[in-house]
């Protein structure tokens, strides 16, 4: 019998945003903030810290920090004196098992220069900024060829943890781990259902026989995000792929993601995208026309 490998669907909506290298001076800082994504730090030169609550954290050269979704921070040069060059961006990933993953073992502390997932971290970063400053390729290689870099770096990151889940600590419980994930699968599958009742999230934590605040709270915990979010990104991500489906109209798709009308999906898709959906649609053909690349939207 001949051999039959079948090739998994894949619907990724991967984001990466606000990436920079800069030098600054000594007793530069900048302003408290927080994301509703990842942040990755990377040090190149000097020392930076970062304030995250009550800790203080301290890093120099070769160093980097995953900094999770949500988390309230700034950060300062620790010298007064000698500049300081870093490297970050800012990445949303659609995997919530490894979302969680990056949140339990590695986000919000050091990640020290010796351990291979700095390693990684720093040449996927510098690599990222070769590519973003080359003359030579067009923007849309460019921006092709980043996403690469970084999804290698998913992979080899993927690989890597296993070993480092192994010498940390969870930051949640086996428990917690399993209430958020129920409540992550109910969420995708009313979406998916077009099921607007199995969206109501006191509904959705009392089917799973837990509070509302517990399940809200243990939700953030593992993911980041709060379930609202979560509701927000998939209803995001199901209205660009069907806007990509030229036999649906637009009154069709309002319906198949649970609005209750077309302008009000309308109103909510430019809230997402910046765009309406007939605008969306417009640019998706377009696209299609002058380029085999698929550009993904996000959701902030």
């Known amino acids: 019998m001949e051999k039959f490998v079948s090739i998994p669907a894949i619907e990724s ?6 990436g920079h290298i800069r030098t600054v001076p000594g007793g530069w800082s900048f302003f408290e903030q927080k994301h509703q994504a990842f942040e990755l ?3 190149i030169e000097g020392h930076q810290t970062t304030v995250i609550g ?5 890093y120099g050269p070769g160093d980097a920090l995953f900094i999770s979704p949500g988390t309230l921070h700034n950060n300062y040069n620790s010298s007064k004196s000698e500049k300081m060059t870093y490297i ?3 990445f949303n990933i659609e995997s919530l098992q490894l979302k969680s993953e990056i949140i339990s073992y590695i986000a919000n502390d050091v990640i020290h220069a010796t351990n291979q997932i700095a390693q990684i971290a720093i040449k996927t970063a510098k690599e990222m900024i070769v590519l973003s ?4 390729v067009s923007l849309v290689e460019k921006k092709l060829k980043i996403q690469i870099e970084f999804l290698q770096f998913l992979g080899s990151l993927l690989s890597l943890l296993p070993e480092y889940k192994n010498q940390q600590r969870s930051k949640y419980s086996e428990r917690e781990a399993q209430v958020a994930r129920s409540i992550a699968m109910s969420i995708e ?5 077009a099921n607007t009742d199995g969206l109501n999230f006191g509904e959705i934590c009392k089917t799973h026989n837990i509070s509302s605040g517990y399940g809200h709270r243990v939700f953030k915990k593992v993911y980041g995000i709060t379930p609202l979010h979560l509701i927000e990104e998939q209803k995001y991500r199901k209205a660009k792929l069907l806007l990509g489906t030229p ?13 209750p009308d077309q302008s009000s999906f309308s109103k909510q898709f430019k809230k997402w995208s910046g765009l309406t959906p007939s605008k969306y649609q417009q640019q998706i053909n377009h696209k299609r026309k002058v380029s085999s690349l698929k550009e993904s939207g996000y959701f902030e």
């Open 189 to 193: 599958t009313a979406v998916e259902n």
């Open 133 to 136: 400053d080359a003359n030579d």
């Open 13 to 18: 909506s991967l984001h990466i945003f606000g």
């Open 41 to 43: 730090m990377c040090i």
């Open 54 to 58: 009550d800790h203080q954290l301290t």
């Open 247 to 259: 036999e649906y109209s637009i009154e069709q798709i309002s319906y198949m993601i649970g609005a």
């Open 88 to 90: 970050c961006f800012h």
